[in-house]
T-cell receptor
Framework: DQQVKQNSPSLSVQEGRISILNCDYT??????FLWYKKYPAEGPTFLIS?????DKNEDGRFTVFLNKSAKHLSLHIVPSQPGDSAVYFC??????????FGTGTRLQVTL | GAGVSQSPSNKVTEKGKDVELRCDPI?????LYWYRQSLGQGLEFLIY????????KSGLPSDRFSAERTGGSVSTLTIQRTQQEDSAVYLC????????????FGPGTRLTVT
């Protein structure tokens, strides 16, 4: 039972354009959501998070949007840069301890 | 400062052998987590240690898997009688107390069971 779903395994975006990565969840007990970025042969690194009491959180080029009624969140990267090319994991938690991760979306930013 | 370290970085073992994977968390992080990522899958939670509390073992897939954390620092994940389906990248993460959601990951151990 996949409680956190990232239905797009890959995404290609031109440098300078907006990248939009999507994530859906099924567990209504989740109240905190995170995005992690992973380069090959490295562990995931925390990128940005959002609490369920908010619908938007922004940090520089990265913005996360949460639509609780649709159980959907998205990560916007603008402008996209070649260094953003990585696998992005959406994660959720309801206990502030263990995270439930999606399967990841591989983002390729092309020149 | 030093991040989370894991050893070995790669491990190839024969089916039926036991393996031990090690994690050194960030100093001062009282929470420690083990996850694994199988091919084409997301990160799957295995076990969580928080201070002196009893660990949350709810994610361990079978009784062949066990983990311990000595002295509240280093952790060892042990897989007994390895099977081919155990092949995965095993990731360790740690976090500060009260900030468990912002977990810092190590580079992982890639386990291949032949």
């Amino acid at each position: 039972d996949q409680q956190v779903k990232q239905n797009s395994p890959s995404l290609s975006v031109q440098e300078g354009r907006i990248s939009i990565l999507n994530c859906d969840y099924t567990n209504s007990m989740f109240d905190y959501f995170l995005w992690y970025k992973k380069y090959p042969a490295e562990g995931p690194t925390f990128l940005i998070s959002i609490s369920s009491i908010k619908d938007k959180n922004e940090d520089g080029r990265f913005t996360v949007f949460l639509n609780k009624s649709a159980k959907h969140l998205s990560l916007h990267i603008v402008p996209s840069q070649p260094g953003d090319s990585a696998v992005y994991f959406c994660a959720a938690t309801g206990t502030a301890s263990k995270l439930t991760f999606g399967t990841g979306t591989r983002l390729q930013v092309t020149l | 400062g030093a991040g989370v370290s894991q050893s070995p970085s790669n491990k190839v073992t024969e089916k039926g052998k036991d393996v031990e994977l090690r994690c050194d968390p960030i100093s001062g992080h009282t929470a420690l987590y083990w996850y694994r990522q199988s091919l084409g899958q997301g990160l799957e939670f295995l076990i969580y240690f928080q201070g002196n509390s009893a660990p949350d073992k709810s994610g361990l897939p079978s009784d062949r898997f066990s983990a311990e954390r000595t002295g509240g620092s280093v952790s060892t994940l042990t897989i007994q009688r390895t099977q081919q389906e155990d092949s995965a990248v095993y990731l360790c993460a740690s976090s500060l107390p009260g900030l468990a959601v912002e977990q810092y990951f190590g580079p992982g151990t890639r386990l291949t069971v032949t």
